[in-house]
């Protein structure tokens, strides 16, 4: 008999899903009425903002911000663009709701205390029929750990969360983004998508509202 190869594989997590109390995206719900439009390839459909944080006991410091750029590797859609985003606001940084998604991203992955946490908080709206809420397609993001949270939804069909063993490979999970739920991606070993978004009712606006931590 052939002997199996390991992989590092083996004993990691590839995915990981949770559900936060409602309490706690409830507090940071509001936050999402309020953001910017962005100037970029993405903006008449991901309103957005964008920070850099550091989590320990129990205290939020925004780092230096940085302009967020995916190599052309990544993100064929809008890769290279150096990308600069307001600030998530700090006082949603500081709400108890918003601590305990990061106890939770920190206690998921085992990152170090001094670890650089990215956020992204998102609008994801459907301005057309089949809008991608993520326009580079089947990708990594180049991090570790890459974390969807789900905060909001409305007038929205699609927008589910795809996961592939192999960028070629068809998914091998697929998970509607509901409210409170927390999916850790492990984005060294498997890659990422998500289904187009539809508008329920054309009259309407339909969104979804979510944030994306990355380290
Ligand atoms: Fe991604």
């Given amino acids: ?6 992989t590092t594989v083996n004993n990691q997590n590839l995915l990981q899903l949770r559900f936060l109390p409602q309490q706690h995206i409830d507090a940071v719900k509001p936050y999402f009425s309020q953001l910017p439009d962005n100037p ?10 964008y920070s850099v944080v550091k989590f320990i006991n129990n205290e939020v410091t925004l780092q230096p911000t ?16 150096e990308r600069v985003y307001e600030n998530l606001e700090q006082e949603m940084l500081n709400t108890d ?3 305990h998604m990061l106890a939770e991203f920190k206690t998921m992955t085992g990152i170090a205390d001094d670890t650089d946490i990215e956020v992204h908080q998102f609008r994801m709206l459907a301005i057309e029929s089949d809008t991608p809420p993520a326009p ?9 750990h890459v974390c969807v949270c789900g905060v909001s939804h409305e007038n929205i069909a699609g927008g589910e969360l795809l996961v592939y063993e ?18 850790l991606v492990n984005d060294r070993e498997v890659w990422h998508n998500a289904t187009p978004m539809n508008k ?5 606006v339909g ?6 931590f990355t380290a």
């Fill in 200 to 204: 329920l009712d054309a009259e309407q």
């Fill in 1 to 6: 008999m052939g002997e199996r190869i390991m």
């Fill in 136 to 144: 580079e397609g089947v990708h990594q993001d180049g991090f570790d």
């Fill in 166 to 183: 192999h960028k070629e490979a068809e998914p091998c999970f697929k998970m509607e983004i509901k409210d409170g739920l927390f999916a």
């Fill in 66 to 81: 940085k302009a967020f750029v995916q190599d052309d590797s990544i993100n064929t859609f809008q890769g290279n663009v």
């Fill in 97 to 99: 709701g918003f601590k």
């Fill in 40 to 49: 970029y390839a993405d903006g008449a459909f991901r309103k957005r903002r």
């Fill in 207 to 212: 969104y979804l509202d979510c944030f994306v």
